[in-house]
Nanobody, 121 residues
């Protein structure tokens, strides 16, 4: 069964760093576009970053540009989100997602369970 499992969340002080990981089961994820999203309490889920299967075509939300870096290791079927210079407004549950047909649908159809990131000021 294909699934995504996030890890690496936790409590960090403002200005600190964390690295989130998203481990995928199922070789087909190697060919999927992968993304990170987040949802803060009382807010809508928002896009954070995404990366194509090749490791290219990287996109970031304006709010994280220059602070977050997305990457992937297809041999390990894992996607990472390196977060630096964290701010209190980065506090949220972070979700990993995969798009099996990005070119055709422009939608993510696999989601992880989420990992909590809390930034204390």
């Amino acid at each position: 069964q294909e699934q995504l499992v996030e890890s690496g969340g936790g409590l960090v002080q403002a200005g600190g760093s964390l690295r989130l990981s998203c481990a995928a089961s199922g070789r087909t994820f190697t060919y999927y576009r992968m993304g990170w999203f987040r949802q803060a309490p009382g807010k809508e889920r928002e896009f954070v970053a995404s990366i194509a299967w090749s490791g290219g075509s990287i996109s970031y939300a304006d709010s994280v540009k220059g602070r977050f870096t997305i990457s992937r290791d297809n041999a390990k079927i894992t996607v990472y989100l390196q977060m630096s210079s964290l701010k209190s407004e980065d506090t949220a549950v972070y979700y990993c997602a995969a798009a099996s047909n990005w070119q055709g649908s422009r939608r993510y159809d696999y989601w992880g369970q989420g990992t909590q990131v809390t930034v204390s000021s």
